[in-house]
């Protein structure tokens, strides 16, 4: 067998590879209704193609959760995310591996954080009631565009979880603690405290083996 051909059928080798690994990333949001989501219509609604949580006329009162009606372990979630808001606590972030705590407002499980001071950090929200891993203010300045569109990309895949905003790496950690469940729902938050509006889009997922 030659160099040439050694070198061709490993890198169809790979090619092949990669194609049986890797899964296309599938729609969570069709633009139009909240089919695969369940939480409170009075606080999540669809509109000009966008999921919308919160209220700019009046306090949110509580946290809130939009969130999937099944789960995932290991994973790639993209979406579009903008905050506003006009006073009191401005707040939201995108739930991981978490569940809703029964006949209560609250999830409990990994938070990719959003907001002024927690772009781009990773919480526990409900559980140990802490912030994981948070990024540096010089990377959150280059890596946050405020009151505009962002893209959030959060890996997921065993025991670690990447986020980067608009491509730049925010928080690289991995759990140490072998009793946290590394499955289960997504759920975008609107924090309680403040007038703020949540608007995401293009909401995506590819799940890895």
């Known amino acids: 067998m030659t160099p040439v051909l050694r070198t061709t059928l490993a890198t169809l080798?790979?090619?092949?590879?990669?194609?049986?690994?890797?899964?296309?990333?599938?729609?969570?949001?069709?633009?139009?209704?909240?089919?695969?989501?369940?939480?409170?219509?009075?606080?999540?609604s669809v509109k000009d193609g966008e999921i919308v949580g919160g209220s700019l006329e009046k306090t949110v009162p509580q946290n809130e959760f939009l969130a999937s009606t099944?789960?995932?372990?290991?994973?790639?979630?993209?979406?579009?995310?903008?905050?506003?808001?006009?006073?009191?606590?401005?707040?939201s972030g995108m739930q991981i591996r978490s569940q809703r705590i029964p006949n209560h407002n609250e999830m409990i499980g990994y938070q990719a954080d959003i907001g002024e001071g927690w772009y781009g950090a990773l919480y526990d929200e409900s559980?140990?009631?802490?912030?994981?891993?948070?990024?540096?203010?010089?990377?959150?300045?280059?890596?946050v565009k405020p009151g505009q569109w962002n893209d959030?990309?959060?890996?997921?895949?065993?025991?670690?979880?990447?986020?980067?905003?608009?491509?730049?790496?925010?928080?690289?950690?991995?759990e140490k603690d072998p009793k946290i469940v590394q499955s289960?729902?997504?759920?975008?938050?609107?924090?309680?405290?403040?007038?703020?509006?949540?608007?995401?889009?293009?909401?995506?997922?590819?799940?890895?083996?």
């Open 152 to 174: 959030y990309e959060i890996r997921a895949e065993g025991p670690r979880v990447v986020l980067k905003i608009n491509g730049v790496q925010t928080v690289d950690y991995t």
């Open 70 to 91: 099944r789960s995932y372990t290991n994973f790639v979630l993209r979406l579009k995310f903008r905050l506003e808001g006009s006073e009191g606590f401005v707040n």
């Open 13 to 44: 080798g790979g090619l092949l590879v990669l194609s049986a690994s890797a899964a296309d990333p599938k729609p969570l949001f069709d633009g139009r209704s909240l089919d695969g989501w369940e939480g409170d219509a009075k606080v999540w």
């Open 127 to 143: 559980r140990r009631n802490t912030v994981l891993a948070k990024p540096d203010e010089a990377t959150v300045k280059k890596a």
């Open 184 to 209: 289960g729902k997504l759920g975008l938050q609107i924090h309680g405290g403040g007038k703020g509006l949540i608007h995401a889009k293009d909401i995506t997922i590819e799940e890895l083996p």
